[in-house]
């Protein structure tokens, strides 16, 4: 990710303008009497993937960072905008639509997933090896059984799995979850994916382990040249693993991404007032300078996705809102893969931001915005 | 052990219990002396909790801090008497329900007098609020059905109610009317810590409260708590995995390694002066977003198991600094600074032999 130059021939995946709008199925007296409850579960983002790359996906509960995570790696449908690999559009691919370069098999093989909780996602009835057989099986039918066992084994000794023999033969409750998780890893790594979606990979194990685990992602990403988009609702966990990559960080909140960049700019000089506000909910391991202070928002639960703010989604909570951003939406800006882009007003010293009025409820005399 | 002699009324102490709650830090409010948990297995015991002694003190927070599995849960429900069958509680758990009176002994109460300690003086909430609810009744039955089941005025208690409630920033009128599955997982967790202050207890023992919340919920209820232990003069013993999380809340911290106590201070001593292997490995391996990402390293080995408990230190296996005396004798308490104590037979080496520099002088 050096050359600056020749950042298109690097892009993977481009998501361009997807939303992700779910409708939930309604009785037939409900549909008659009641308009449909759209959950806006991602709205309008658009973002690239390149090679070697890491993006590491922020938010609360219910943000939609699933979801965009799934939509990213092609297993979640778009409402809306394209998803396309190496220049291949992804659902065209699906539909067999216009000129199909790349067949969506191999579009799937290329973008794999490991899930938050390694255990569901491994066959309990099914030793470690016969679970990794399978995809091997389904991809490669050609490869014989003696180099698809070597093929296994040589990826478990690589990801810390040894004597991999004995390993591959234990079922899965046989294992720890740490070690669940690396088979689950291995699985995805056998189909050599250009991007592999860690969803809350590390949240469930313990936290000594995390560390140790994060690290074995980035070791392989950089063994193995593959991209990562890793979800979580941790920043120090996301910081850690953008930070020791070189990726980025994006921050989500209902539906969008409202904060993009390099860790170090993303945490270390938040623009957005929702980044402040997670970056005041990630504890630091210092307890003289801090004292416990109220929580930078006004409201401490989330809105409902089904009926998001209008303006800046996070008006009704931003300690900072003013009249204007309830019905002026901020742009998130360009999306290249170096700048750092925040969607909101302040960020512009020419908006109308400023001449206008303060919410109700937001305090004018608010410290943090008096060196803004 | 005292819990195996026959029954008698919690105030009237023998002579051996005065003694020894003479011995007790004068401002303790629930204090444990020898606890121990065990499990009969077939061919070996299972120690899950082994000879702890801890004051909370009162008003104070107090975070234990441990790795699933270390413990941290059966210390809370030791506290209660609570541990399920067939475990077997050991040692002795004094509460002071006032600061200069004298114990109840907890562990030596019948089911009845039990049942009065439990909630109306110390009151307990578990992580998951959603098995907590009673999926059929809504949240103001729970309310009601504690009140009434305590014989408290249920008029008076719903008023209490609301005024919790909307101190945990809840909307009383909708929450009341709510069933747990309609509230989101915030939203339900402050309504069990309501619930559980609604008989006015002075002691609350919260178990991983907020493990299964974001990282934004987790600290605002841990900042609303801060408020609300002012409030209702409240004792908090705060159980976590996360070391992080509560180091801003706690007064003090307790380490909590293989079912042992192995560090006990002050917060900022716990975090920036600690004495014991363990504690600085674990500050070592918690990602922050303050320390550098070079600094942090995950701690080799895995924890024991309960029936495979090491002889001697129980970190000894993992210790870098482990000599032969670690291995085989279990390590004395050796007082860092007033208040500050760790279990290490080598506590002056620790600093320089495991450099933590995460804390406040961030070099």
């Not at chain 1, 470690?128 to 039918?141: F, G, Y």
Request: glycine fraction near 6%; charged fraction near 25%; charge should be negative.
């Amino acid at each position: 990710m050096s050359d600056t130059e020749s950042i298109d021939d690097d892009v993977v995946l481009s998501v361009e303008d997807v939303s992700v709008h779910f409708e939930p199925q309604q009785g037939f007296i409900d549909s008659l009497l009641s308009e449909p409850q759209t959950v806006r579960a991602v709205d309008g983002v658009s973002l690239d993937i390149a090679e070697n790359d890491v993006l590491a996906l922020v938010g609360e509960s219910g943000c939609g960072k699933t979801t965009l995570g799934k939509t990213i790696i092609g297993a979640q449908r778009p409402t809306d905008g394209s998803v396309t690999y190496r220049n291949q559009d992804i659902w065209d691919a699906k539909d067999d639509q216009g000129d199909v370069v790349i067949p969506f098999g191999e579009v799937r093989r290329a973008l794999q997933i490991i899930h938050q909780d390694p255990g569901a996602s491994l066959n309990p009835n099914k030793k470690v090896i016969t679970s990794l057989e399978a995809p091997l099986k389904r991809w490669e039918p050609e490869m014989n059984t003696e180099d698809r066992r070597a093929r296994i084994l040589a990826l478990l000794e690589r990801v810390g799995m040894v004597p991999p023999a004995d390993y591959a033969h234990r079922f899965p409750h046989q294992l720890s979850g740490g070690e669940q998780q690396r088979v689950a890893l291995v699985r995805a790594l056998l189909m050599n994916p250009d991007v592999i979606l860690a969803d809350e990979a590390v949240s469930a194990l313990d936290v000594s382990l995390r560390v140790e685990t994060m690290d074995l992602l980035l070791e392989l990403q950089k063994q193995f040249n593959t991209s990562f988009v890793f979800i979580s609702h941790n920043l120090s966990n996301a910081r850690y693993l953008a930070e020791e990559a070189g990726g980025r960080v994006a921050i989500m909140y209902l539906g969008e991404i409202v904060e993009i960049g390099a860790p170090e700019a993303v945490l270390n000089d938040p623009q957005h007032p929702y980044t402040k506000v997670l970056r005041w909910a990630t504890a630091d391991l210092d307890p003289s300078a801090e004292e416990m202070v109220d929580p930078p928002v006004r409201s401490i639960d989330v809105p409902d996705p089904v009926n998001p703010p209008a303006g800046c989604r996070f008006h009704t909570r931003c300690p900072e809102a003013r009249e204007v951003c309830t019905n002026d939406t901020p742009e998130l800006g360009a999306t290249d893969q170096k700048t750092r882009c925040a969607a909101c007003h302040r960020t512009d010293p020419d908006h109308e931001y400023w001449e206008s009025n303060l919410l109700k409820g937001v305090e004018t005399t608010n410290p943090s915005t008096a060196d803004d | 052990m005292t819990n195996q002699t026959t029954q008698r009324r919690p105030q009237q102490l023998e002579d051996s219990d005065v003694q020894q709650a003479r011995n007790d830090t004068p401002n303790a409010i629930v204090a444990v002396r020898n606890g121990s948990v065990t499990y009969d297995l077939e061919n070996r015991d299972a120690m899950v909790l082994d000879d702890v002694s801890i004051d909370l003190k009162r008003g104070e927070i107090l975070g234990v801090v441990g790795e699933s599995g270390s413990g941290k849960s059966m210390l809370a429900n030791a506290m209660m008497d609570a541990v399920e069958e067939p475990g077997i509680t050991t040692g002795s758990v004094r509460y002071y329900p006032e600061s200069d009176g004298n114990p109840v002994n907890v562990l030596e109460l019948s089911r009845g007098e039990l049942q009065s300690v439990r909630w109306e003086e110390i009151s307990m909430v578990f992580q998951g609020a959603l098995s907590s609810f009673n999926p059929t009744m809504d949240i103001r039955g729970h309310f009601e059905e504690t009140l009434t089941a305590h014989d408290y005025d249920v008029e008076a208690g719903m008023k209490r109610a609301r005024q919790l409630l909307s101190d945990l920033h809840l909307d009383p009128d909708r929450i009341l009317e709510s069933y747990a599955h309609e509230l989101s997982g915030g939203m339900s967790q402050r309504a069990l810590i309501a619930l559980s202050l609604i008989l006015e207890p002075t002691v609350l023992l919260m178990d991983e409260p907020t493990a299964a919340l974001d990282l934004l919920m987790q600290r605002s209820i841990l900042s609303l708590l801060d408020d609300i232990k002012e409030k209702y003069e409240l004792s908090i013993l705060f159980i976590t995995h996360d070391l992080p999380l509560v180091a801003g809340l706690a007064d003090r911290l307790a380490i909590l390694y293989a079912f042992e106590i192995a560090e006990v201070g002050p917060s900022e001593e716990i975090i920036g002066n600690s004495h014991h292997p363990y504690t600085r490995a674990l500050l070592k391996a918690v990602p922050t977003l303050e320390t550098p990402p070079a600094s942090m390293e995950p701690i080799e080995g895995t924890a024991p198991n309960p029936a495979h408990t090491p002889a001697g230190c129980h970190y000894a296996p993992r210790c870098p600094l482990a000599t032969d005396a670690c291995r085989t004798e279990t390590p004395p308490w050796d007082d860092v600074n007033p208040g500050h104590r760790t279990a290490c037979f080598h506590p002056e080496k620790v600093p320089e032999a495991i450099r933590f520099d995460g804390g406040e002088n961030g070099s």
